[in-house]
C-alpha cells in the first residue's frame, strides 16, 4: 500500500534563506507525487508534480522537488523564502483511482 | 471555465439535522472526489466516483452518502450529523493524474 510520510509539521526559516520540506514516500511500485500548497483559509493549489519523467521537477513560485527513488523521497525546496509563501504544503502520492495525503508540514517565513 | 465549485462556503448544522454538499464541474471531468480535512490535518477521502452512476468508498465514509447522476454533479449528503463531522470539505475533480478542487465548505456541527 502507498504511503506518504511529511517530516516535519512545522518549518521555520528567515525572509531570503533556503525552504527544505521533507517527504518520504512508500510505494509498491513507481509513483506519481505531487505537492500542494493551502494558504490560510484558502483552497488548495497544485505547486508541482512528478510523473516519471525528469527527476528533478520545476514548480511554480521557484519551487522544485527531486525524486530520489533510493531514498524514496520528494523533498521540497526553495532557494530563498519570500513573506508569500508562508502555508501549509501537502506532500500526495498516487494510489489508484485516489491521493494518499501527508499530514501537512506549516512553513513559517520570518521577517 | 468554472472550473469546481462548491456551495454553501459555511454552514452551521445542529445534532442530528440533515444537509448536502453540492459540488459541480464544468471541465467534463469523470472522476470526482469528496475529502474532509481537520484542523492540522492532511486530506482525507470520503467517497469518490470514476463517472456518472459509479460511486465508492474511501477512507471514512461513515456517515455520508453521495450520488453521481451526471458528469457535473457529485453532491455528498449528512443525514445525521454529529460533532465528529465538524470539518472542511473539499471536492475534487481529476484529469490524468492532476485534481482541481473546489474552494471548501466549512462545516460545524453544534
Known amino acids: 500500500a502507498q504511503s506518504v510520510t511529511q517530516l516535519d509539521s512545522h518549518v521555520s526559516v528567515s525572509e531570503g534563506t533556503p525552504v527544505l520540506l521533507r517527504c518520504n514516500y512508500s510505494?509498491?511500485?513507481?509513483?506519481?507525487l505531487f505537492w500542494y500548497v493551502q494558504h490560510p483559509n484558502k483552497g488548495l493549489q497544485l505547486l508541482l508534480k512528478y510523473t516519471s519523467a525528469a527527476t528533478l521537477v520545476k514548480g511554480i513560485n521557484g519551487f522544485e522537488a527531486e525524486f530520489k527513488k533510493s531514498e524514496t523521497s520528494f523533498h521540497l525546496t526553495k532557494p530563498s523564502a519570500h513573506m508569500s509563501d508562508a502555508a501549509e504544503y501537502f506532500c500526495?502520492?498516487?494510489?489508484?483511482?485516489?491521493?494518499?495525503w501527508g499530514a501537512g508540514t506549516k512553513l513559517i517565513i520570518k521577517p | 471555465n468554472a472550473g469546481v465549485t462548491q456551495t454553501p462556503k459555511f454552514r452551521i448544522l445542529k445534532i442530528g439535522q440533515s444537509m448536502t454538499l453540492q459540488c459541480t464541474q464544468d471541465m467534463n471531468h469523470n472522476y470526482m472526489y469528496w475529502y474532509r480535512q481537520d484542523p492540522g490535518m492532511g486530506l482525507k477521502l470520503i467517497y469518490y466516483?470514476?463517472?456518472?452512476?459509479?460511486?465508492d468508498k474511501g477512507e471514512v465514509p461513515n456517515g455520508y452518502n453521495v450520488s453521481r447522476s451526471t458528469t457535473e454533479d457529485f453532491p455528498l449528503r449528512l443525514e445525521l450529523a454529529a460533532p465528529s463531522q465538524t470539518s472542511v470539505y473539499f471536492c475534487a475533480s481529476k484529469l490524468g493524474e492532476t485534481q482541481y478542487f473546489g474552494p471548501g465548505t466549512r462545516l460545524l456541527v453544534l
Open positions: 500526495v502520492v498516487n494510489s489508484n483511482y485516489q491521493l494518499i
Open positions: 510505494s509498491s511500485y513507481s509513483p506519481s
Open positions: 466516483s470514476v463517472g456518472a452512476g459509479i460511486t
